[in-house]
């Protein structure tokens, strides 16, 4: 039955920091390890192992027994994964803040993975040849996949991020692992997921940044070629303009792979002389 009570939970993020503290009602179990919670007139999914504690709101009496007071169990309506799709791409770009940084991380997740599918081993292929992404490595026909769905409440966060070749991904879709992957090829899977979660941990430093932009993309590992070309070259996909924070929310990360569609479209009705600017 729904649970009208009030809770205060606190929740360790990923990526450390002083747990949250979330005023929600209404906890759903959506997977094994998920809970949906509800609260103001949104929803959040959680992992339920990062609950540090449960509390009723009114009385304030400590919660011990989570169990009792979950709502079991439950799917997540199509229209929420899509909007939790949605949100997961969005944080993952602001997470890296530039375009260049969101590139140098999602290719060392690539990279993480042998720039293969996890599932059919079909290698991606690597693209330089656009005009504005100069010294851009790029790789094609790979994407990011929820390892435990959406549905089962999965986010696109370290240690959930497989790598799979499209058509893969598509088969893949909601399905949980256990019913997409063979044992074996899941074992596979598991020792790389178990690697992300340091290699992804990443924080702007605006410090760093202020002082020495070339030197603080150097530092990341992005090549000195690109990194001269995101610092002077106003017609790249990449170029990040004078510092101000302003500005560098403009160069937020969008989807690669809708750029890349974009530039291809403008390539086709163009003459190879064409910049390949486009509106984001
Ligand atoms: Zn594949």
Redesign the pocket.
Known sequence: MPDHRQYVMEYREYGGGPPTRLLCFDLRRVGDDALLATYGGGRHLLNRARIVSLADAQTGEVISDLDSHIVWPTTVPAVDIQKIRQRDKWEWDKKYCLRVIENHFRNKLFALFDYS?V??S?PGILRTDFKSMEHVPFWRGLERDHHVPISLGGRLTPGNIGV??T??NSRKNEKSPQSFYTASELGRVQRYLDKEEPMLRFKFDWEAWRQDRAQYLTGLGIGQGLVNEVLTNEDHRYYAPPSSSAQIEFTIAVDLKEVIKEIEKQNKGRAATGDGEVET
């Open positions: 599918c599932k059919c079909k799979l070749c058509s893969c």
